[in-house]
């Protein structure tokens, strides 16, 4: 067998895969991405981003090619779901204009788009993607981690510090590995097709029904389905299948004229006890499992990226202080948890019955009070994620370890021009934000070899005159206005994340 040297492999160039080996890319790290797929995948698993994961593409200048497909799935989206507002088990009565935060949107994207993009951006920082390559064999030591890969050219064995799993959920990586994998067992099987249907007026309107929910338009029809026994379904969705699951749903007999992309799913919840077993990650649904309820997994999956990728490169450096590669698990577990979390209260909404029947019509009565509808909003985007960092004093900033919008900053150095944060974090770096003069920039320049500074006189933000943040969006110390800097707190956020002082 022949020999690959790689600091980090990441297993999986699905778009978290890529958006993780990209953040390596961009942080110092060499990565190599191994994917079993010879083609990338015209399956639509995803129809679109959460703003979390949005602004995190954003900060890395992807923003005009994302939101370039925006208009097209926008109206999509308000043709299949007869409404522009969001659902919580698909009660659609989430306004995105009655949110706190009403400028923080997600994009609609489908995934094998999206992938191209996060392809062309991960090529375009000269990322190594294997295509037909299939790990069978994982083996660690103290130095790092020996695999065996299946190759179109024979059996390959190959050596990296680290390895990531992001091979979904099904995740080879995390089987080899030995990742516990607890959860709750499927409710219900959803099937979805781009399909023609030769009898449609023989289908009820879509919606809730006996049998579970009902989905159909023009060129697509879709079930969740209650009654499915949930056996492990393998292959291909067959016409039969989704027929039979109509029927079962319905109560209707259709016929499918014509049948493509089809997918099958299910609900259960399951997730890793830890996210980093010595050298071996899990990043993206190989980490976690859940209903697609909300479309909240490619957000939560790229946000895991994003968090991993800065603090796995500064390990592979040897510049990463103590802890730092264990609060990727510290801090996007109970993330990933909370999605657990609410997906199950949904396919819980969804079950058929007079007393679900009654539990959805008091939900949707709370839905129209603006802070319930609030509620529902953060619960699903992932704006009220909160990192517990280990400095934070009672007096910290309360915004510390939230996620930052695109603020718009005005530059001292440059006659007050306005620039959005994600354009001066393309790079992957840290940045911290303050008004020139201020204690926390001559702090900071302690750091100027690993931390951006930009001499500010607005942050453009109203509960905000400075802020520290990190590659992944988290907001590590912040200042309020009309008050000093914390010193010792932002040499301690320095310290915790980007190790001492040059």
């Not at 788009?113 to 037909?132: C, F, I, P, S």
């Not at 249907?197 to 060129?219: F, I, N, Y």
């Not at 899990?282 to 991993?308: E, F, I, R």
Request: one cysteine or more; charged letters at 20%.
């Amino acid at each position: 067998m022949a020999s690959w040297t790689a600091e980090v492999i990441v297993v999986g160039a699905g778009p978290v895969g890529l958006s993780l080996a990209a953040e390596l890319r961009l942080a110092g790290a060499e990565p190599l991405v191994l994917e079993r797929l010879a083609e990338p995948s015209g399956q639509r698993k995803s129809r679109g981003i959460g703003p979390l994961a949005a602004e995190a593409l954003r900060r890395r200048g992807l923003g005009a090619r994302l939101s370039a497909y925006q208009p097209e799935r926008g109206a999509q989206k308000k043709r299949e779901h007869g409404s522009e507002k969001d659902h919580f088990a698909w009660i659609h009565k989430i306004d995105p204009s009655l949110q706190e935060e009403p400028g923080r949107r997600g994009i609609l994207i489908w995934q094998p788009d999206l992938e191209a993009v996060l392809g062309g951006h991960a090529a375009g920082l000269g990322v190594t993607v294997r295509r037909g390559h299939t790990v069978t064999g994982l083996a660690q030591d103290e130095d790092g981690v020996t695999g065996t890969v299946a190759t179109p050219d024979g059996g390959r064995r190959l050596r990296a510090a680290y390895v990531v799993g992001c091979d979904g959920g099904r995740s080879t990586v995390r089987k080899l590995a030995g990742f516990a994998f607890p959860g709750t067992p499927p409710l219900m099987t959803a099937r979805q097709a781009h399909a023609g249907v030769g009898d449609l007026g023989a289908l009820p309107p879509p919606g809730r029904l006996p049998g579970g929910m009902l989905l159909h338009g023009p060129g697509g029809i879709g079930t969740f389905d209650f009654g499915d026994t949930h056996e492990r379904h393998e292959g291909p969705v067959t016409v039969e299948e989704l027929r039979a699951s109509v029927r079962r749903v319905a109560g209707a007999e259709v016929t499918i004229t014509r049948m493509d992309g089809a997918l099958r799913f299910t609900d259960q919840a399951r997730q890793a006890e830890t996210y980093r077993l010595d050298r071996v990650l899990l990043a993206g649904d190989a980490a976690h499992v859940h209903s697609p309820n909300g479309g909240q997994g490619l957000n939560l999956g790229l946000m895991d990226a994003v968090n991993l990728g800065w603090k796995l490169a500064a390990q592979v450096r040897g510049t990463a202080p103590e802890g730092l590669l264990d609060s990727y698990t510290s801090e996007r577990h109970p993330a990933g948890a909370a999605v657990l979390h609410n997906t199950r209260a949904q396919s819980a909404l969804m079950l058929p019955g007079p007393h679900t029947d009654a539990l959805r019509d008091i939900v949707a009565d709370l839905m129209d009070i603006p802070d319930v509808n609030r509620y529902f909003g953060q619960l699903l985007s992932g704006l009220a994620t909160r990192y517990a960092f280990p400095y934070a004093t009672p007096d910290a900033h309360p915004l510390t370890g939230t996620h930052v919008p695109d603020l718009l900053l005005t530059l001292e150095t440059d006659v007050g021009r306005e620039v959005p944060l994600s354009g001066l974090t393309t790079g992957g770096r840290p940045l911290l934000a303050a008004p020139a003069g201020d204690p926390a920039v001559g702090v900071a320049a302690r750091w100027r070899d690993r931390v951006e500074v930009a001499e500010v006189t607005s942050v453009g933000h109203p509960s905000l005159a400075a802020a520290l943040v990190r590659p992944d969006g988290a907001v590590a110390w912040a200042r309020v206005p009309g008050r000093p800097s914390d010193i010792a707190l932002l040499e301690a956020a320095l310290r915790t994340w980007f190790g001492g002082p040059s």
